[in-house]
């Protein structure tokens, strides 16, 4: 099952999508475009993207026998489809346009990088799950909702269909279940393979926590420059991604190392 060209081209992708919403975010969030060079990139690692993600379809259709993992290889066909529609359509585009371009890209992302998990050669092995499965299990279920919640409502407040005070409140909520996901795993008597994966979703939430607050300081400030706010708000944007591609991610370890191999949808 395991196939390593299958996910090394799904990491490609993962990159090539994780710097299109970093510079995706500069272009739809910043009406003046002082930093036409990002929106250049942009576009040309969407046609890369693109490509590399038809040629992931086709190469999970034939090589992967698992149906739901094929299914959404050809469902992230379909979101590109829906991405470039949405993002040559003509200039200026609409807010609510320009959030379901940015919160289709986070989907797109988090959905990437699901499929670079699920091919990689540790997937067979398992996690091995520390004590308190069921309360694992259990946050692991409801902590990557909880995060794209909050990147909703980051992308709102971004692109001015609201205000900041649900996306602060949320980000300490959202920190809070995830030390409920990852310290049971990373303080375990015998911590098993998810250590990794639980320190580096941490480390990840707590960055984009920082970051957050960062960005909040700096609009506040007078004569700011605003290239310094697009760049913030550049790594804030690509950071909240890794955030919940990395939710995702140890939700997925953890679910599949609970119960029987054979119970597993995965």
């Known amino acids: 099952m395991n196939n390593p060209w299958l996910h090394r081209g799904a990491v490609l992708l993962a990159l090539c999508t994780l710097l299109l919403v970093a510079t995706g975010d500069a272009v739809t969030s910043n009406d003046q475009r002082p930093m036409y060079s990002f929106g250049q990139i942009h576009f040309w690692t969407a046609a890369a993207a693109g490509i590399l993600t038809i040629g992931l379809a086709i190469g999970l259709s034939r090589a992967d026998p698992r149906?739901?993992?094929r299914r959404l290889g050809w469902t992230a066909v379909g979101a590109v489809a829906v991405q470039a529609v949405l993002g040559l359509q003509s200039e200026p585009l609409p807010p609510a346009v320009r959030f379901c371009h940015a919160f289709?890209?986070?989907l797109f992302f988090t959905a990437v990088v699901a499929i670079a998990v699920c091919t990689s050669s540790g997937w067979?092995?398992?996690p091995g799950l520390p004590e308190?499965?069921?309360?694992?299990?259990?946050m692991a279920k409801v902590t990557p909702a909880l995060v794209l919640l909050q990147v909703t409502l980051g992308l709102a407040f971004r692109h001015g269909l609201m205000g900041v005070g649900l996306h602060i409140a949320g980000a300490f909520a959202v920190l809070f279940f995830i030390l409920g996901l990852t310290l049971p795993v990373i303080y375990a008597p015998e911590p098993g393979r998810l250590s990794a994966a639980a320190k580096t979703l941490l480390a990840v939430a707590s960055l984009q926590?920082?970051?957050g607050l960062a960005l909040f300081i700096?609009?506040?400030?007078d004569e700011i420059d605003p290239v310094v706010v697009i760049?913030?708000?550049m790594v804030h944007a690509a950071v909240g991604?890794?955030?919940l591609a990395a939710s995702l991610a140890m939700a997925l370890l953890v679910l599949r190392g609970v119960g029987e191999p054979a119970a597993s949808p995965f």
């Open 209 to 211: 926590v920082f970051l």
């Open 218 to 221: 700096i609009r506040s400030m």
């Open 231 to 233: 760049v913030a708000t």
């Open 132 to 138: 308190s499965r069921s309360f694992l299990r259990f």
């Open 124 to 126: 067979m092995e398992g």
């Open 67 to 69: 149906a739901w993992l």
């Open 104 to 106: 289709l890209a986070q």
């Open 241 to 243: 991604a890794l955030t």
